[in-house]
């Protein structure tokens, strides 16, 4: 497949006097769909220096363009700026181009000019001279493309001028060509003017589907479209190239690629745009700066896998792979995967800086991101208050998140994150592990993090680990907390334990939300001794909140079990093993609740010390005398409930060991109860506890008898026996 031109070639050139001087016309593409690119060549001039500053706003339609690149040229009295923009897959039928300007120079003539080609793979750019001639390195089955201001007309090899204004003159803004010719190895395009005036700039405009190859022993004056003459640095293969759908630039294995490289355009869902490595090994992004390492502005369909992203490690300032969106512009899928990013401020980020902008469909799976100083992933958007999300549809899977120190000298935000997911609507978090976070942190105002899910919509955090996540000050490093999400959202079969704060926090649930934590969990947190309990409900006080079937066992003489604060309603906690093994108080709350507001029912306590059920600062020392102080509680469908009990799990003193979520295995089964436990089959069925879908198993994997389920995060089949 070759490129081929597409539509006669447009513009206009508009002259005057002023500082919003811009310019318009009409361009028809007649060949619409995948694979097409409208390429816009801009020219502005004028007297002030300060041009090279100024705003160019490029749309086609009611599209903006992607700025491709801008050259400055030009003297005093004499300056101007030349600029490429393009738009992959433009609308059919008459389109308005039209090129506005903003700032402080004086422009006193715009010029612009407009061509489309079909099945483009990519644009490659050429120009590597402030100079009026160019040469493109090319081949048969591309394009190789040219345009030129002040001077005279180009000349190269079977060109055909595709527009051309003004007059053949070499005064500052008084010529614009653009012009093509069929691709060779070498096509020279020379200019007929002056060469203190004369400016040309080239692109190689590849077709889809090409390969192309970077090689630590390449060159990069090669053409780099096969192994056997690749490039040899990241600046030819990212600075100079806009890459399509269906492209693939890959880095050879086991080599160390050293700066940073930003990507402007990718490609789509069905034929993205992919960055990987070839041959043996993954190839090294290595980057010795504070800068950003892999860097995508306003830019989908793009895949990025089998790449091991390495920053400088705690003076990096920014990210070892970043999207960031802005203006308005809304992407369509990327793939992080197969990955190792380690030693840069943030390993991956998302970011948009407005609520209109943002990317959807995006998939990070099996990656390793670690030994980031700040947060290994983030992802951020905004809401702006009224359900309009920037991201949606998120899948984080089968990746580990470790070893982000913190920095203690950092005293204004918080530091030292495994994950930070915010403003995501329909997010999965699945097969993931969190540990070793935070240990430098040194915000006093708010702790670390092990999994943080907040401001998100219809999130499920599902067979995931947290363990080991500490803080460098007074705060409650917690290992999964849901915060201020709407929708459906869940965490269930996953495993916290010896985490500084709480094992598994849920806060602020928004209206009509229902948040729930089930089948999992949670041993010997609070490693602080912060008075932070194994599972927490804080500040719930709209929607509805559930925790059932989690297994709970305190391991610290200052840590409750369970902790309910703040205005809160409509909390429930059904089917838990509440074990206070050394721990403090089974319960705790800081305001008299209702059973109306907060209701506990079908629940297992056992404490190894002294029972207490601490409810705003009145002891119980039993179930029995809490039903009598606080009515409704452990009380439903008018018979008493809960049980006072050892539930008899295989060892309460030990911690788990699990360190790979994909693999239950036998490093939990110290959280299993045994045959014979008084936990086996008394909870409440589902039905009576009005839970519609309970879920198909626990976390071992058991099938849920919904009739007549165990108490805790382990129910074993009756007909099964599945201890």
Same mark, same amino acid.
């Given at each position: ?32 769909? =995948? ?243 070839? +041959? ?7 980057? =010795? ?183 460098? =000050? ?28 709480? +094992? ?6 928004? =209206? ?26 804080? $500040? ?15 391991? %610290? ?90 539930? $008899? ?19 939990? %089964?110290?959280?299993?109860? $045994? ?5 086996? $089959? ?42």
């Amino acid at each position: 497949m070759s490129v081929a031109w597409d539509s006669t070639g447009t513009g206009n050139r508009t002259t005057g006097s002023s500082t919003t001087l811009g310019t318009s016309w009409s361009h028809t593409i007649s060949s619409t769909g =995948t694979n097409t690119c409208v390429i816009v060549g801009v020219d502005l001039s004028g007297s002030d220096t300060a041009i090279i500053y100024d705003t160019v706003t490029v749309t086609y339609g009611s599209t903006v363009m992607s700025n491709y690149y801008s050259l400055q040229y030009g003297s005093s009295g004499n300056r101007g700026t030349i600029a490429i923009y393009y738009l992959w897959d433009p609308p059919g039928g008459a389109q308005t181009v039209s090129v506005t300007t903003s700032g402080t120079s004086t422009k006193t003539a715009v010029a612009g000019c407009s061509v489309a080609y079909t099945d483009v793979g990519s644009l490659n750019w050429m120009n590597t001279a402030n100079a009026k001639n160019v040469t493109i390195t090319s081949d048969t089955s591309s394009m190789a493309w040219a345009m030129t201001v002040n001077g005279a007309a180009l000349s190269a090899p079977n060109m055909t001028s595709r527009y051309a204004a003004g007059s053949l003159v070499t005064g500052l803004g008084d010529y614009i060509q653009i012009q093509d010719a069929a691709g060779a190895a070498s096509v020279a395009f020379t200019n007929g003017g002056t060469a203190t005036t004369a400016r040309s700039v080239g692109l190689s405009i590849s077709p889809t589907g090409r390969n192309y190859y970077v090689a630590a022993s390449g060159s990069d004056s090669n053409v780099g479209t096969d192994t056997g003459h690749p490039w040899q640095t990241l600046w030819p293969a990212a600075g100079q190239s806009v890459w399509g759908p269906g492209s693939t630039l890959s880095y050879n294995g086991g080599d160390t690629f050293t700066g940073s490289a930003g990507y402007y355009t990718g490609g789509t869902s069905s034929s993205p745009a992919t960055i990987n490595s070839y +041959g043996t090994g993954k190839a090294i992004l290595s980057n =010795t700066s504070v800068n950003i390492t892999m860097y995508f502005e306003n830019c989908g369909g793009v895949a990025v896998d089998n790449l091991i992203i390495d920053g400088p490690g705690i003076t990096n300032t920014s990210a070892g792979i970043g999207f960031w969106f802005y203006n308005g512009w809304v992407g369509d899928y990327a793939r992080i995967t197969n990955c190792e990013i380690k030693n840069s401020k943030v390993g991956i980020n998302l970011g948009c800086v407005n609520y209109n902008s943002g990317l959807s469909n995006v998939t990070i799976d099996n990656c390793l991101v670690h030994d980031n100083w700040s947060t290994n992933l983030e992802i951020y958007g905004d809401t702006n208050g009224s359900g309009y999300y920037s991201f949606s549809n998120y899948v984080v899977s089968n990746s580990q998140f470790y070893n982000s120190s913190g920095k203690s000298t950092i005293t204004n935000a918080t530091t030292g994150n495994g994950a930070l997911l915010w403003d995501i609507d329909t997010l999965t978090v699945q097969n993931c592990s969190f540990f070793n976070n935070g240990p430098d942190n040194g915000y006093s105002s708010d702790s670390s993090y092990g999994l943080l899910v907040a401001t998100c919509k219809n999130a499920t955090i599902s067979d995931c680990l947290a363990y080991n996540n500490t803080d460098n =000050t007074t705060e409650y490093p917690p290992g999964f907390y849901i915060f201020e999400c709407e929708g459906n959202n869940v965490i269930e079969y996953c495993v916290s334990y010896n985490n500084g704060g709480s +094992g598994i926090g849920i806060g602020l649930n928004r =209206t009509g939300a229902t948040t729930t934590a089930r089948y999992n969990l949670c041993w010997g947190n609070n490693t602080y001794s912060t008075y932070q309990p194994e599972m927490v409900s804080w $500040q719930n006080n709209a929607g509805t909140t559930l925790f059932y079937n989690n297994t709970l066992v305190a391991r %610290d003489s200052t840590t409750d079990v369970i902790g309910v604060g703040q205005t809160s309603s409509g909390v429930k906690f059904y089917n838990n093993i509440i074990y206070a093994d050394i721990g403090r108080s089974l319960i705790s709350t800081n305001t008299t609740y209702t059973s109306a507001q907060v209701l506990f029912a079908g629940n297992l306590y056992y404490s190894s010390g002294t029972f207490n059920i601490n409810w705003n600062g009145t002891s119980y020392g039993s179930v029995a005398a809490w039903r009598a102080g606080v009515s409704g509680e452990e009380y439903i469908n008018s018979a008493n409930t809960g049980i006072t009990a050892n539930p $008899q799990l295989n060892d309460a003193s030990t911690s788990p060991t699990t360190t790979n979520p994909t693999s239950i295995g036998t490093t939990a %089964d110290v959280m299993k109860i $045994q045959g014979g436990s008084p936990a086996f $089959q008394k909870g409440i069925d589902y039905t009576t506890l009005g839970i519609g879908s309970p879920g198909s198993r626990d976390y071992w994997g058991n099938a849920i008898n919904t009739g007549g389920p165990s108490i805790g995060g382990h129910v074993p089949n009756p007909f099964f026996n599945a201890f």
